[in-house]
Each structure stands twice: as structure tokens, then as C-alpha cells.
């Protein structure tokens, strides 16, 4: 059974900085896609980064343009986390930030089945 567990949000002033944390258990495929996405009130869900890990996923790494240069996405396989580092946080930024795991492996460089698993989401507010 596929769990991803958040951790890291809270509150911020803009300009500031704020790391989320997932925690992967479960996990079989040898390679993969994970994720973050958000969701703001009154909005639809959104990709914000994705990164690949294991045999084919060199080049899989992407970011929402909102967020380029300013978010970082990284796995740790030892812990088997992957991490979203946030800098320079604006008032836009405030939503629930969902960890997302593909169910699928990575064929051919893309991701199958992806988004396929959630995690329960965590809650980040930028306050200007």
C-alpha cells in the first residue's frame, strides 16, 4: 500500500521561505515520477514540480512557470522523501500543497499514470 505523508507547512510573510517534506512508503516501482501540486480556494488543482527517479527519468524535472526559479524540487532516495524548497514566497502562493506520486513507472521519458497516488495535503499561507 502507497503512502505519502506531508510535512513543513505553515505560515510565512512574503519573502520568505517555507520546505515541505513527503515521506514515501510502499513505493515498488524501480522508476518513477513524483510531484507537488497545489490547490487554492476557488481553484482547480495544479501542477507546481516534477521530478523522476531510477533507470529513464534523466530529464524529467519541470516546474510551473509561477513558480520557476523561486521553488526546488529533490528527492533523497536514502530517506525516500521528496522535498519542496520555497523561497521568496508571495501571497499567491497560499494553498494546500499535495504530494503526488505517479502509479505507473517512467516509459520511453514519460510519466505513466501520473498523478496516480495523493498524499492527505499540507496547508502553506503567505501573508503579506
Known amino acids: 500500500q502507497v503512502q505519502l505523508v506531508e510535512s513543513g507547512g505553515g505560515s510565512v510573510q512574503a519573502g520568505g521561505s517555507l520546505r515541505l517534506s513527503c515521506e514515501v512508503s510502499?513505493?515498488?516501482?524501480?522508476?518513477?515520477?513524483m510531484g507537488w501540486f497545489r490547490q487554492a480556494p476557488g481553484k482547480e488543482r495544479e501542477e507546481v514540480g516534477v521530478?523522476?527517479?531510477?533507470?529513464?527519468?534523466?530529464?524529467?524535472?519541470r516546474y510551473a512557470d509561477s513558480v520557476k526559479g523561486r521553488f526546488t524540487i529533490s528527492k533523497d532516495n536514502a530517506k525516500n522523501t521528496v522535498d519542496l524548497q520555497m523561497n521568496s514566497l508571495k501571497p499567491d502562493d497560499t494553498a494546500v500543497y499535495y504530494c503526488?506520486?505517479?502509479?505507473?513507472?517512467?516509459?520511453?521519458?514519460?510519466?505513466?499514470?501520473?498523478?496516480?497516488?495523493w498524499g492527505q495535503g499540507t496547508q502553506v499561507t503567505v501573508s503579506s
Open positions: 510502499g513505493y515498488s516501482e524501480s522508476n518513477y515520477c
Open positions: 521530478i523522476g527517479g531510477g533507470a529513464g527519468s534523466a530529464g524529467i524535472l
Open positions: 503526488a506520486a505517479a502509479q505507473g513507472p517512467i516509459l520511453w521519458g514519460t510519466c505513466v499514470d501520473f498523478p496516480g497516488y
